[in-house]
């Protein structure tokens, strides 16, 4: 029973399309689980089995204890959920949108609803047809936790957020975390992952690949650095730096390099500093690249 | 009216049902309008009338072809075919509005995951399809009485109550079908193509079966046949044609239930 959500061999297979694969998963009660993947891995249709919106091929999921499909009310009455996919009625206000679910759910802290909205810098008074996507997502987000919900099951909570509300979000999980709540979300941002998660797993193609401590991924992110500088480079100058898996030197005259550098940047950064850089930028590979040195080529790191 | 499924259902519908409300009040009272002219000619019209071949009279003016009465005229008129079909169309719009909207529009999963369950929602939105419907059906009622007595033509209340009565379930049956199918495969569209297709073609087989000998034995598949077919006016009240009208709704409301039970609901 300490588990808030167990899944066992939890398959759903649409006709041409995979969904999810003997996926056996357990996330425990008062953490925050990170749910990574690509999009398309089967992050939606798993949450989606979890709410009894769709129904698993075989396997099953227990969801606080109870059978996903056999106590679809009791789960859902002690669950908040935000979808992937939002859609609210464009002719309701934001706080009459928030009033008919509180409604449907037999009432919440209304209180507790204003002081969401307020901490979101959400507008209740403007109908849903009037509202950006990010603020509509803010509505779902309200929705999702105004009712304190033992288990929050969030699809990609933060996408269209400004940072700012994002900010404010990863506070709330914090908060929620420290209530005893249990967070279930879903992402295909690692760092967000790291930012807020206890533990993470990875799912591609509907298969679950890793289950990791957060704490165990710090220090492992990759990265892909692009530094343009004044005369050609040698490419071998870098070979050798602790941390720089791939190099390679193109652009005109040889003077742009490419470092794919995984877990500190310290060694890499010094040795840049040796010759005269003009511009440089970072950025974290795609998910699909993560996986791909994390359980690919990166043998030694794996799990 | 945020209170629950059906309550938000009757105030989404709100807007089309007082179009409709309109709609058939002025129709009503232009064709009640033009009646006392109508009478004045009603032996040359009748003459007419039955100069046409049997099988045209059949089919547009049903058995009554008859423009003496305000009963004949308003069956003739009104209650033969038009009237069906404002029900029917009627029902089918907010039969495929009800869960399949909802899917379509992407707000059913949000609703669902809000303690609602599945046969509730079924049962709120079909209670709600009920009460709207039942309002046209009022309304219809009402533009009548009030028409036909303006008009110096008076039908009874409650022979013009029996007649909306069998309408009004009419388009509830029909309108089921629409629900059914909807709210079993998700899509407004197949819904109301099932309504429409059910529709004619029970509309066609009870004219038909008025025609022809050899049709006649099938008559008991076309719902007309229970809602009074082409004359729903001065016929009263039959409790098999109620009954089979009920049955049908309730036989389609639960095969909803459950189909929409078993399936997966779509993004």
Known sequence: MSSAILTEKLTKSYGKSRGVVALDLEVDAGEVFGFLGPNGAGKTTTIRVLLDLIRPTSGRALVLGRDSHRDTLAIQALSGYLPGELSLYPTLTGSETLRYLANLRGGVEWEHVRALSERLDCDLTKKVSDLSSGNKRKLGLISAFMARPELLILDEPTSGLDPLVQHEFYALIDEVRDAGQTVFLSSHVLPEVQRVCDRVAFIREGELIALEDVSGLTGRAVREIEVVFAEAIPPAAFAGVPGVTQVSVDGKNATTLRLTVTGPVDAAIKKLGEFRVLDLTSRLPDLEDVFMTFYTDGGDHAA | ?267
Request: aromatic residues 8%; charged residues 10%; glycine residues 10%.
């Open chain 2, 1 to 267: 009216m945020l209170r629950n499924v059906f309550c938000k259902s009757l105030r989404d519908q709100t807007r089309p049902l007082v179009m409709w409300v309109l709609g058939v009040a002025f129709y009503v009272a232009l064709l009640l309008s033009i009646y006392p002219s109508i009478r004045h000619s009603a032996g040359q019209l009748q003459g007419y009338i039955s100069s046409l071949p049997a099988a045209v009279r059949a089919a547009f003016l049903g058995p009554g072809g008859d423009f003496s009465s305000p009963v004949g005229y308003v069956n003739t008129e009104l209650l033969s075919w038009l009237a069906p079909v404002v029900f029917i169309a009627f029902a089918v719009s907010i039969a495929a509005r009800s869960v399949a909207g909802e899917e379509e529009d992407g707000t059913l999963s949000l609703l669902l995951a809000h303690t609602v369950g599945r046969r509730r929602l079924v049962l709120h939105k079909y209670a709600a399809m009920i009460v709207i419907v039942t309002i046209l059906g009022l309304a219809f009622w009402l533009a009548l009485l009030v028409a036909t007595a303006i008009a110096g033509t008076p039908v009874g209340a409650g022979t013009l109550a029996e007649a909306l009565l069998r309408l009004t379930l009419l388009g509830l049956a029909v309108g089921s079908v629409t629900f059914a199918v909807s709210g079993a495969c998700g899509r407004r569209q197949a819904g109301i193509a099932a309504g429409a297709g059910v529709g004619v073609a029970m509309y066609l087989l009870n004219t038909l079966a008025q025609m022809n000998a050899d049709i006649r034995p099938f008559r008991f598949l076309s719902l007309f046949h229970y809602s009074g077919g082409a004359a729903p006016l001065g016929q009263g009240l039959d409790a098999v044609g109620l009954a089979v009208l009920l049955g049908v709704s309730a036989a389609l409301l639960l095969a909803t239930l459950v189909l929409f039970e078993r399936r997966d609901i779509r993004v």
